[in-house]
């Protein structure tokens, strides 16, 4: 493990300790300070490479990549991506929506969603929310979670909630353990 994280779980460790001794109030609120520092650090895995992205066969129908911090930071190397893309199987109209991002602290997610014919890309809405749920990031407040809504026919057929920084809560159990 990198120096890096080591630092970081030491630093979670340490606040732990000292909100354990003032109540589970304060650890919740240093565990939320954590979180919302989290984007402003960077924490890059290296540039994206796409791998992890699903491998499904299908035609490319929407594809959405957005940076929450890219307008905080001084370095290339610390820009933050989160990467959407859809795909659809012209044989069965599986739809299949993949979500990757660069960040240490997310993990490739996919899923599918069953369809009855072939949707387009504006079947597919994408709503972008901060970590403190506002539609207006800023620095201290970036975007993390991405609302997903696959229509067909006009009518909203899936809905998922994908939040880019799920990986924290690994890192503080990990922290505690």
């Known amino acids: 493990m990198s120096k890096f994280w080591l630092s970081i779980q030491a630093n979670v460790r340490a606040v732990l300790r000292r909100a354990s001794r003032l109540g589970i109030a304060a650890a919740l609120v240093a565990c939320a300070g954590f979180a919302l520092a989290i984007p402003l650090t960077g924490c890059n895995d ?23 911090n890219e307008a905080y930071v001084s370095s290339e190397d610390d820009v933050v991506y989160y990467d959407i893309v859809v795909l659809q199987d012209a044989d069965t109209h599986v739809v299949t929506v993949s979500c990757t991002s660069n960040s240490a602290f997310f993990d490739p997610l996919s899923y599918t969603v069953d369809c009855d014919q072939a949707i387009t890309q504006d079947d597919v809405t994408v709503r972008w929310t ?26 909203v057929i899936d809905e998922h909630v994908v939040n880019f920084t799920s990986g924290v809560v690994d890192i503080l159990a990990n922290a505690l353990g």
């Open 46 to 68: 290296g540039p994206h490479n796409g791998q992890g992205q699903d491998n499904a066969a299908g035609t490319v129908v929407f594809q959405e990549r957005t940076s929450p």
């Open 130 to 155: 901060t970590a403190m749920g506002g539609s207006e990031p800023s620095e201290k407040d970036q975007l993390v979670v991405a609302h997903i809504a696959i229509a067909q026919d006009g009518q």
